[in-house]
C-alpha cells in the first residue's frame, strides 16, 4: 500500500491521497495505480497528481464528480511490485512488515502484525494474540531491537504495561 483516499476536493471529482510514503512527490510519477476495496481490486489510470497546500491530490480518469470520488474514500491504493524503488537500510515496505511473528527480547510471545498505521509521530503496528488481544504499538526505534524480514520476526523490547494479558473468561 502507497496510500489511501481521503475526502473529496472541490466538484470535479479531485480527491486527497493519505500517502504511505516517504515521498508525497511519487505520485506526480505514476500514471496508473491499483484500487483496493474490501471485494475488489481494479487498476485506474491518473489524469492529474499534484502537491496542493501541502497534501497530494489526485484526478482518475473517469471519476468527474465529487460523488463519485467520495466512492473511493477509505479504498486503499498499491502499485505494481515492478515499481517498487529500493529502500535504504533499515527501512521496510509495509506488506514486508505485515505478517510478522512479534516477540519480546525475554522470547515473549506478542503475536502477529496485523496492520501498519501511519501517523506524523511514529508509526503503530497493530499487533493481535490470542494471550493480549489487539495491541497498538508505537514503531520507533526505542522499542523496536530487531527486523528480520526474511525469517517473518520482529523483536522489541515494549514499555511496561502495554501488553497486558486477557483475562481468562473459565
Do not use: W
Not at 31 to 38: F, L, R, S, W
Amino acid at each position: 500500500m502507497i496510500g489511501r483516499f481521503g475526502r473529496t476536493r472541490g466538484v470535479s471529482g479531485e480527491i486527497y491521497i493519505t500517502p504511505a510514503t516517504d515521498d508525497p512527490n511519487r505520485f506526480a510519477e505514476l500514471h496508473e495505480i491499483i484500487v483496493v476495496g474490501p471485494d475488489r481490486r481494479h487498476t485506474v489510470v491518473l489524469e492529474t497528481a499534484a502537491i496542493i497546500g501541502g497534501r497530494v491530490v489526485v484526478k482518475v480518469e473517469g471519476i468527474d464528480s465529487r460523488e463519485e470520488a467520495a466512492k473511493l474514500t477509505g479504498l486503499s491504493i498499491e502499485i505494481p511490485i515492478e515499481l517498487l524503488r529500493p529502500l535504504q537500510d533499515g527501512r521496510y515496505y509495509q506488506f514486508d512488515l505485515i505478517g510478522c511473528r512479534v516477540e519480546g527480547v525475554d522470547g515473549t510471545d506478542y503475536g502477529v502484525i496485523e496492520e501498519v498505521m501511519f501517523y506524523p509521530a511514529s508509526d503503530l503496528y497493530r499487533i493481535v494474540s490470542e494471550r493480549f488481544g489487539e495491541v497498538l504499538f508505537p514503531a520507533v526505534d526505542r522499542y523496536v531491537i530487531r527486523i528480520d524480514i526474511d525469517g517473518k520476526k520482529i523483536i522489541i523490547d515494549p514499555p511496561a504495561g502495554l501488553f497486558v494479558p486477557k483475562e481468562d473468561p473459565s
